[in-house]
């Protein structure tokens, strides 16, 4: 069973940016389609981006597109959020989750492994 440890989250001015990482522990992160989800206070948890197992194709949220960028490189078994433009409303506890079945489902219902999570603080 892979593990999944963030890490990168803190405090950022608005307009500031962050890279989150996500490393994952066992030798079948390639398998896993990755994603990454964040939940603010009082809301449910949302989907903000998603990459295949190749890395050969993305996704992302409306409110993130133009913003932020997924990547992963399954040498080092590591995802990556690039977070640029940050705005208030993106404060939030950002997980990274991984997902063994095909498909392009990116609801939360949806993942399989899920790590610990990272406050992403972003001031106005």
């Known amino acids: 069973q892979v593990q999944l440890v963030e890490s990168g989250g803190g405090l950022v001015q608005a307009g500031g940016s962050l890279r989150l990482s996500c490393a994952a522990s066992g030798r079948t992160f390639s398998s896993y389609a990755m994603g990454w989800f964040r939940q603010a206070p009082g809301k449910e948890r949302e989907f903000v981006a998603g990459i295949s197992r190749s890395a050969s194709s993305t996704s992302y949220a409306e409110s993130v597109k133009g913003r932020f960028t997924i990547s992963r490189d399954n040498a080092k078994n590591t995802m990556y959020l690039q977070m640029n433009s940050l705005k208030p409303e993106d404060t939030a506890v950002y997980y990274c989750?991984?997902?063994?079945?095909?498909?392009?489902?990116?609801?939360?219902?949806?993942?399989?492994?899920w790590g610990k999570g990272t406050l992403v603080t972003v001031s106005s």
């Open positions: 989750a991984g997902r063994m079945r095909f498909g392009t489902n990116w609801s939360p219902s949806g993942m399989d492994i």
